[in-house]
């Protein structure tokens, strides 16, 4: 009996001797060659695999860079540090002092206290789900239907709901637009990270019909553009539109805006 234990030890060790001989023979001869410099690459790289930069993941996107099809500046969420450790990595012109930094913005602040809802929804809980139910059951077809769509596929943990509305913590966003390409009512858009104030508005109704829908809503009162001293403010379909490059941060745009649709980014 011990003989055969023995035997059935050394045969299974014999077993696995092979079997790992061949695995480590098929391992060199299949195995696929990764260049050092592109390991490099990839090491700069942030990591996260968010596809913002039109490849499959950061792997793609250093194969890429290596191979001049791909520009330096191309990883979206890497921002100037990676930018010049790239530059310097690869002895290539930095274009770091171009790189603007965008953070993701829920353009809408209607939570359910101050907005108003044309029906009651029981259906399945996704924004998604509930556009196509007659675009939705808030009163304003332009605002955030908050089932967190977005807050799903952040990779980096930065949306939450609250009353009914997302909210992006712009500390945690690392600007990979997931999303802005999820919502369907296209309320998410990417500001500028070193600008102070947003329009946190996105319907073109005007004056009494907004205050039906909205008590936060913009009502296209004017009152920025005319307070605005770099002109940054323009009306366009009945929302204000701020141009970020003349903005200087003054705030005086959500210092004097009735119903805060000019709001101070505070996060």
């Known amino acids: 009996m011990g003989t055969l234990i023995i035997n059935a030890i050394l045969v299974l060790g014999g077993l696995g001797t092979a079997l790992g001989i061949l695995l480590f023979v098929a391992y060199k001869k299949f195995a696929v060659p990764v260049n050092e410099l592109e390991e490099k690459i990839l ?5 996260a695999n968010c596809g913002a930069c039109g490849y499959a993941g950061c792997s793609d996107l250093a194969k890429a860079i290596y191979e001049n099809r791909a520009d330096i500046d191309s990883c979206i969420i890497g921002g100037k540090d990676v ?7 690869l002895n290539r012109e930095s274009k770091a002092a171009a790189v603007v930094e965008l953070v993701a913005v829920v353009k809408c602040a209607g939570k359910r206290d101050v907005s108003r809802n044309k029906f009651i929804y029981e259906g399945v809980r996704s924004c998604e789900a509930a556009s196509l139910l007659a675009g939705g059951e ?22 939450y709901l609250k009353d009914g509305v997302a909210v992006i913590d ?8 997931k999303c802005v390409t999820i919502c369907p009512r296209n309320v998410i858009e990417m500001v500028r990270k070193d600008k102070k104030v947003v329009v946190l508005c996105k319907t073109n109704e005007r004056g009494r019909k907004v205050k039906e829908m909205c008590e936060v809503g913009c009502t296209t009162c004017m009152v920025c553009v005319k307070v605005c001293p770099q002109q940054a ?26 119903t805060k649709a000019i709001n101070k980014i505070i996060n």
């Open 170 to 177: 712009r500390n945690k966003c690392i600007g990979c637009r």
């Open 83 to 89: 930018v010049e450790a790239l530059a310097k990595l």
């Open 43 to 47: 090491e700069v790289l942030p990591g």
């Open 233 to 258: 403010i323009t009306i366009v379909d009945n929302i204000p539109v701020i141009d970020y490059t003349k903005c200087d941060n003054c705030l005086r745009c959500a210092e004097k805006c009735p």
């Open 138 to 159: 808030k009163a304003c077809e332009r605002g955030c239907l908050g089932y967190g769509d977005c807050a799903n596929v952040c990779p980096a943990g930065a949306i």
